[in-house]
């Protein structure tokens, strides 16, 4: 009652119109008990029950370009992610330093052909991801947004991050 009848509403008319709706309305309730408000079903059981069929959506789609571009460069996000912290983790833990490591490699005798495939697998994630980035950069320009030249520079791209990663291997 003090809502309706302080300043807060100003307009007559409407303070009027609030009391009579306030005094005309009734509620009614009804107790239930704990337990029929639980669900004793999973949302699978109840589908199953009702006759659901579970909808089958990654499985009816054809891979196409763009979603594998999408999820690798995702991929290559959180594997560059997991190399950092891994590599952090790893200095602060050991008790050598970088050195060490270095020759316990060159201590493996590897061939040069063997040790620049290492590098390239190693160096891929970082070719991959910073050249889909420069990509995504052009599109944020609103740039090469038409599906032909997002399949064209899709396939620039994957030829660009090889280039870019053999560089890195032979280095």
Do not use: C
Not at 20 to 32: D, I, P
Not at 128 to 137: Q, V, W
């Amino acid at each position: 009652r003090y809502a309706l009848s302080s300043s807060l509403i100003r307009s007559p008319a409407l303070r009027q119109g609030l009391q009579m709706a306030a005094a005309n309305r009734q509620v009614s309730l009804k107790v239930v008990s704990v337990a029929s408000t639980q669900k004793d079903e999973t949302f699978f059981e109840k589908n199953q029950r009702l006759g659901r069929k579970m909808s089958p959506h990654l499985t009816i789609y054809q891979p196409q370009l763009t979603s594998l571009l999408s999820v690798t460069h995702r991929g290559t996000g959180m594997a560059m992610a997991a190399g950092v912290w891994a590599l952090g983790l790893g200095a602060l833990i050991s008790s050598h330093d970088i050195s060490h490591y270095v020759t316990m490699v060159e201590g493996l005798q590897l061939s040069s052909a063997s040790l620049t495939a290492i590098k390239f697998i190693i160096a891929y994630p970082l070719g991959y991801h910073t050249a889909n980035g420069i990509r995504h950069l052009l599109w944020d320009t609103g740039r090469f947004l038409k599906i032909k030249e997002v399949y064209s520079t899709g396939y620039a791209m994957i030829a660009t991050s090889f280039i870019l990663t053999a560089i890195l291997a032979l280095l």
